[in-house]
């Protein structure tokens, strides 16, 4: 998959995207990702990317002409982008399932803001969608496109050695993970629930599953207010939670 990030801060995405998973995946040729210097793409002698805005008010804004000339050269370079994405507070709320859509497409270009944030004519004629990572701001978008890039690179096929803990992370089926517990067996009194030290199979997947939906319940009850989307056996043990914590109420 290639991806682009626009920032005018490229040490401040180069250094993370360097390590851990993205890349161990960036060496082995999985990602195709660059990072590209807003300010490379400036005409002026001193290569400005901002300016006050129309109409007045505090701060800075983003240039139009250097984020379309970066978008343009990376066209010409690396071909046409499936989607320009413009991180920007009001856009919508990323999600498991932007990340997981996202991942499918095989060219993606991130703009980075800065300061007030950038040109209006950049969303409306550059961007193909905006993606806030929540709602608070943040000083630039380089945080949130490493959150973006990393979370869509998660679901790329390769990244992650082993599939099968992307499947089974938290939101991928609609549930949150169960707990996860490592040597030793105990520690300041505190012991691992004995079934998964039993190395009986089917009664593990049975704790983690019950875990899993137990955990989903009490920490957000938004995720299986609708069990539809459920596995039917996902269904039948949420079943159970819920008939056992009305009997625990009663
Ligand atoms: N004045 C703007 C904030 C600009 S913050 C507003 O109130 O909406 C500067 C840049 O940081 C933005 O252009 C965007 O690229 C990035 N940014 C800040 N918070 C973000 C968030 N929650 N999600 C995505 N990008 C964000």
């Given amino acids: 998959m290639k991806l682009d990030i ?35 793409f400036t005409t002026d002698r001193h290569r400005v990317v901002d300016d006050v805005p129309f109409g007045g008010g505090p701060g800075m804004v983003l240039k139009p002409e250097p984020l379309f000339r970066a978008v343009e050269s990376i066209r010409i370079g690396r071909g046409e982008p499936s989607a320009v994405i413009l991180t920007s507070p009001d ?16 060219h993606v270009v991130i703009l980075c803001g800065r300061y007030e944030g950038v040109d209006e004519r950049v969303r409306l004629h550059l961007a193909s969608e905006e993606i806030s990572i929540g709602d608070y701001v943040v000083s630039g978008g380089e945080l949130p496109a490493l959150v973006i890039v990393d979370a869509v690179a998660r679901f790329v096929p390769g990244v992650v050695g082993d599939e099968e803990s992307v499947s089974r992370d938290s939101f991928a089926r609609g549930l949150l993970d169960y707990a996860q517990y490592t040597r030793p067996a105990e520690f300041r009194g505190w012991r691992v629930p004995p079934v998964l030290l039993s190395g009986h199979h089917a009664e593990i997947a049975r704790w983690r599953r019950r875990d899993a939906l137990a955990r989903t319940l009490a920490l957000r009850p938004d995720l ?23 009997k625990g109420a009663s």
């Fill in 6 to 40: 626009v920032t005018i801060f490229p040490k401040m995405v180069e250094g993370p995207l360097a390590e851990g998973i993205i890349g161990r995946a960036m060496a082995r040729g999985v990602l195709d990702l660059r990072v590209h210097d807003l300010r490379e």
């Fill in 224 to 246: 299986v207010a609708d069990p539809s989307g459920l596995e039917p056996e996902d269904r039948e043990v949420l079943q159970e939670l819920l008939e056992d914590r009305e």
């Fill in 91 to 106: 856009g919508r709320r990323f999600s498991n399932e932007d990340a997981r859509r996202l991942s499918r497409l095989p």
